[in-house]
């Protein structure tokens, strides 16, 4: 069970570019690393997963460097709507996964 | 398509009675799982499903809880007797695979107050 380490929150303000850092020294040979985000009562929700490089879809880039052993979530132009708790998971199977504390974002006006 | 579905949405009862829990996952999904967040704490793992089947319910905290997934459709988590440090956030998740690039969808939650 890969255990992980994120800042417990960060401010921003809107139309910034976000880049939340995730350590992960136990990340095994077959762990992909998952960002999940999560708004206050609801549960949380996939974002992005990666297992190296780089990984880019509509709302998020997933920067992972060669020994893998941490990961960068970056979320550009963060509006007001971002305001929620991000988790990095690491692991090969859905299950047992570490959420951590997660990283509380605050997006200011 | 309905995503997953937990009933109650909130529950408050008495130390000492039994409380069941819900989850109905997106349809087509074989797996199934439970995590919680107790007050204060992090969400952990509870246990999880393939179909029918307890595929791993290691995070299981005690006997006093019990998970069902009859038919391998819905499931039911039943807390008897319940305790004051049961309460929580209980989240249900599902996902059509196990394994890599596997994203589970999660329920919006039932939140468990045992007084």
Request: hydrophobic share 30%; proline share 4%; charged share 20%.
């Amino acid at each position: 069970l890969a255990k992980t380490t994120q800042p417990i929150s960060m401010d921003s303000y809107e139309g910034q570019e976000v880049n939340i850092t995730c350590s992960h020294n136990n990340i095994a040979t077959n762990d992909y690393i998952t960002w999940y985000q999560q708004f206050p009562s609801q549960g949380p929700r996939f974002i992005i997963q990666g297992y190296k490089t780089k990984v880019t879809n509509e709302v998020a880039s997933l920067f992972i460097p060669a020994d893998r052993k941490s990961s960068t979530l970056s979320l550009p132009r963060v509006s007001l709507s971002d305001t929620a708790v991000y988790y990095c998971l690491v692991g090969y199977n859905f299950n047992k996964f570490y959420f951590g504390s997660g990283t509380k974002l605050n997006v200011k006006p | 398509e309905a995503g997953v579905t937990q009933f109650p949405s909130h529950s408050v009862i008495e130390k000492g009675q039994t409380v069941t829990l819900r989850c109905d996952p997106i349809s087509g999904h074989d797996n199934l799982y439970w995590y919680r967040r107790v007050m204060g704490k992090e969400i952990k793992f509870l246990l999880h499903f393939v179909k029918e089947s307890k595929q791993d319910e290691s995070g299981m905290p005690n006997n006093r809880f019990l998970a069902e997934r009859t038919g391998g459709t819905y499931s039911t988590l039943k807390v008897q007797p319940a305790e004051l440090e049961d309460s929580g956030v209980y989240f249900c998740a599902s996902s059509q695979v196990w394994g890599t690039n596997t994203e589970a969808f999660f329920g919006q939650g039932t939140r468990l107050t045992v007084v």
